[in-house]
């Protein structure tokens, strides 16, 4: 047992789960190494990765930091030696689970993080016998593990508070959202909730009274949606109108007693039951492969927390959390006077292509080469002071001119950056030129004229004294640069 690795993960188990965990670890900058005995191992990991590998970059307008290391082992000692954090994701049977965990406690170091994703067992069933109960805890989490923010975090009266919190911190920071379950109850809270649908669901094609597909679009043209955005409460909340939750109970509290759910019995599991729900089921979407229904899934996931996102809600609001991480202590997050130096155009944008800024021609669609550039500008105006705060106060840049030049394309999942130079920047009027590039190709470039405006006459104005002298710090700075190939260019004009 060495010293601790902090940010290297020893992931046990890499079939579905443990795959998951791997890409969500080691896309967000982790070492990870893998320990599984199945010879396919590797092999069962690299659709994930390459999944993951084109999703997660786009649920964030700021690229993930460095992919780390990813290395498999066959040896679990080997694999958990110095990791600072271990994810046991072996089958769900205890009894596999104490072998698992009696294994890593015997060579991982004392201090280390140990989590179990299993679906249902307590912690403190995972800690009998164990040498160090203290160090192990749930962490269960959704698959996918690279996308889904959830994980639920469930201690045991014997868990190490310290290591609680340390482990919902570390979870933050890979984007997740870790909901601590206070009291430990077999299957959680989130799975106690799946399994209620899912028993009432084999209930209902059992009886015959729906196929797998017609229970499908229940959820997903219904409740699915709402519950995606507000849950079960507040949804319900909503439908009592003004008098809320109060008058919903009253109209629907009596349903108790009436013969709603078939929940207080289960359907017998025969093979019957398990033909006519898997043969309704290679009915219902047996056209499209797993692999389809995989991208179909991932695509889906990400567009709907990206709205999420632009509302600043439910796993949305998780996603701007994790960048402003991800932003702070870079120059994406900085404001001028933490900058020393300001002579060269400014990182304003560093970012992947998301999935859904491509369009009919497979790359990005011009109207996100604007997209990009208003971010840039954007942050530069944040940069120099004028963020929301004092947007609030009523001062604000509105834009009056804009030029794009797009030079080349660029596909889903390539990291661009956006450079920024200040053509001219005194009083009310803001020039700036953005050069886009994937690395060593310039993508486009991207010229603004903005005039700063007061929000309540809705006429041009001065800045207020800070934002001024922070523009024009820079655009001194930036004076004595070469004027950038392409600027005052007009449409058309040969080069
Ligand atoms: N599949 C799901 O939707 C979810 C599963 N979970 C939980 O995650 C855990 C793993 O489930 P899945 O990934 O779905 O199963 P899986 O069957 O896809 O993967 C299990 C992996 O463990 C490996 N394995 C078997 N014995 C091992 C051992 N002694 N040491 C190391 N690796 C071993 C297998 O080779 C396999 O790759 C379970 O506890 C499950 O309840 C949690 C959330 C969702
Ligand atoms: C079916 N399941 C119990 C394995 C589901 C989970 O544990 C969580 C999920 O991802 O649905």
Redesign the pocket.
């Known amino acids: 047992m060495g010293d601790v690795a902090v940010r290297t993960a020893a992931i046990?188990?890499?079939?579905?789960?443990?795959?998951?965990w791997a890409a969500r670890f080691l896309l967000n900058g982790w070492d990870v190494r893998v320990?599984?005995?199945?010879p396919?191992?590797e092999a069962?990991l690299a659709p994930v990765l390459a999944q993951a590998r084109r999703a997660l970059p786009s649920l964030t307008d700021v690229a993930l930091p460095d992919e780390g290391a990813l290395s498999f082992h066959s040896d679990?000692a080997e694999a958990v030696a110095d990791a600072g954090w271990i994810q046991?994701?072996?089958?769900?049977r205890l009894d596999?689970?104490h072998?698992?965990l009696a294994?890593v406690q015997a060579a991982c170091p004392k201090d280390a993080i140990i989590g179990?994703?299993?679906?249902?067992?307590k912690p403190s069933e995972l800690q009998e016998g164990a040498a160090r109960p203290g160090q192990i805890m749930v962490f269960?989490?959704?698959?996918p593990?690279y996308l889904m923010p959830l994980v639920e975090v469930v201690p045991s009266p014997a868990t190490d508070p310290a290591i609680i919190a340390r482990a919902k911190a570390t979870l933050s920071a890979l984007g997740m959202f870790p909901l601590h379950v206070r009291k430990e109850i077999d299957a959680h809270i989130a799975?106690r909730f799946l399994e209620a649908v899912w028993r009432e669901a084999l209930w209902l094609v059992k009886d015959g009274v729906a196929t797998t597909e017609e229970i499908d679009e229940a959820i997903r043209m219904g409740f699915g949606i709402r519950w995606a955005q507000m849950g079960l409460f507040d949804t319900y909340r909503t439908a009592g109108g003004e008098a809320g939750m109060r008058h919903f109970m009253a109209q629907f509290g009596p349903a108790l007693q009436w013969p709603w759910t078939k929940l207080m019995d289960v359907p017998a599991f025969t093979d019957e039951l398990v033909e006519l729900i898997a043969g309704q089921s290679d009915a219902q979407s047996g056209h499209m492969s797993i692999a389809q229904m995989l991208t179909a899934r991932d695509d889906n996931l990400v567009g709907m927390m990206r709205s999420l996102k632009a509302n600043d809600w439910g796993a949305g609001a998780v996603l701007n959390t994790h960048e402003a991480g991800l932003r702070a202590g870079t120059v994406l997050g900085a404001r001028a006077e933490d900058l020393e130096d300001v002579s060269a155009p400014i990182l304003t944008v560093r970012r992947a292509v998301p999935l859904d800024w491509t369009d009919y021609n497979g790359h990005m669609n011009e109207a996100r080469y604007l997209q990009a550039f208003g971010d840039a500008t954007d942050r530069f105006m944040a940069l120099i002071g004028c963020d929301a705060g004092y947007i609030a106060t009523g001062g604000s840049y509105f834009t009056a001119e804009t030029h794009i030049r797009h030079l080349d394309e660029v596909h889903a999942g390539t990291v661009i950056e956006v450079r920024t130079q200040v053509l001219a920047g005194a009083g009310k009027k803001l020039h700036l030129f953005h050069e886009m590039r994937d690395g060593a190709r310039v993508l486009a470039t991207g010229e603004h004229f903005l005039l700063h405006v007061s929000l309540e006459t809705r006429r041009p104005s001065e800045p207020a004294p800070e934002i001024l002298a922070a523009l024009e710090r820079i655009a001194a700075a930036h004076a004595g640069l070469p004027v950038p190939e392409g600027a005052g260019r007009a449409v058309g004009q040969r080069p």
Do not use: Q, Y
């Not at 046990?12 to 998951?20: A, D, K, R």
């Not at 046991?88 to 769900?92: D, I, K, L, Y």
């Not at 269960?140 to 698959?143: A, D, K, L, R, Y």
């Open positions: 046990i188990g890499g079939g579905v789960i443990g795959g998951g320990f599984d005995p199945d396919e191992a069962k679990l046991e994701s072996v089958p769900e596999i689970k072998r698992t294994a179990s994703s299993t679906s249902g067992f269960h989490p959704f698959n593990v799975d």
